[in-house]
């Protein structure tokens, strides 16, 4: 060949081209350098394969500053997303313009989506797409005029699709924010725990009195049946109450978890000491692995897999063996926290804040709860009796909470 840094501009990837060559008897000659097959000449060849690399590192290091530098000053110089393209403004710069065939229905689908007319499906739909390339278009901000590639907003000097106002929007649809569709509200922390009788959710919301006084109210989405906020989460309290522990249940939960923690300790140490050895081993076998590649003694591509076996397997270890590493620092106060929980459950759940709150209620009732409604007064409890589950009496149930169980 004219010169060797044609045969490639990276210096291991010349050696491993080499290396595969000279396992079939062929040699590299290069017609403008004079290279001998000894320690000079191999030093020379793999001086003049380094300087091509650096060479190439340095003209791609340019390249990439001065397409930052137009990113920066309004432009763009990568590829154009889907409805717009690519382009160059009066200064021959760089930059975007919009797909005529295509920007306005895209205008109108990321317009309907900010609003809520639109859903990920009917816009792939719509555009004939898929819904990842929607997805894509959504969280987008080239479409409402700027860029944040740099990792700082940058605004461009194209003509904007939409606005940005409707780009905020449409994130705060993806990520649950808008106002409008809030569902976490701390008076309502038992909407999507409690389920009807009659197998609907329970959502909830305010009812307006005639003297426009404000009333919370929990109500089935199917049946149609309600009750007033705080006479539910009367009823809850009671429910949850019933799951308290006393003084003598107390302590031998507490011996109990004990015992349990003394006897995982003794495991943890066994498998701690196991993954251990393994770990050590591995990496032994991958030290002797590299000594004989470099030896000679194992070609690059049976070094390559093996290597990368031995990577991944290095990884699963270390990572068995951080899961045996048990943590007991905190272990009193862990304890603590927990007989207090089972003590005053009701305190604790009424204290708490809506996370908490949620958090209790699923740990005490892993299944939900289902709540007759059948009453004659559906605005009343009758809190002496709970509802039967799983029964397919025609009888009218009272006022109630059963853990559901499944079939």
Known sequence: MYKIDRLARNASDYHVIRATLAKFGVSILSATENLTDDPAGRLLETLIAGVAQFDNEVRGERTRECMRSIVASGGWVYKAPYGLKNAR??????????????????????????????????????????????????????????????????????KPMITRLTYDHIQARLNGT??????????????????????????????????????????????????????LETIFCEKLLQQAMDEKELALFE?????????????????????????????????????????????????????????????VARVELTENDIECADFEATLEFAQRLLRTPVKFWQNARLEVKKAVQWLFFPDGLLLGVRTPDKNKADKGLIAPVGSDSMLASLWGFEPQFSD
């Open 255 to 315: 011996r109990l978890v004990r015992e349990g923690l003394q006897k995982d300790s003794e495991a943890s140490k066994v498998r701690q000491q196991s993954a251990k050895r393994k770990l050590l081993k591995l990496e032994e076998e991958r030290k002797k692995l590299l000594h004989l590649y470099t030896a000679g003694k194992v070609d690059d591509d049976l070094y390559r897999d093996r290597d990368g076996e031995l990577k991944v397997q290095i990884s």
């Open 89 to 158: 403004d009066s200064f021959g710069k760089p930059t975007l313009e919009a797909d005529t065939n295509v920007s306005h229905r895209i205008k109108e689908a990321l317009e309907g989506f900010a609003a809520g007319r639109w859903t990920r499906k009917q816009i792939a739909e719509s555009l004939s797409i898929s819904q990842q390339l929607v997805c894509k278009m959504l969280t987008n901000p080239l479409y409402a005029g700027f860029s944040d590639t740099l990792g700082i907003e940058t605004k461009g000097n194209w």
């Open 178 to 231: 808008e106002e409008q569709r809030q569902t976490d509200r701390p008076e309502f922390s038992l909407r999507g725990f409690l389920r009807c009788e009659c197998g609907g959710h329970l959502t909830a919301s305010y009812s307006r009195g005639k003297l426009g006084k404000r009333y919370a109210y929990y109500h089935c989405v199917d049946c149609k049946n309600r009750i007033r906020a705080e006479e």
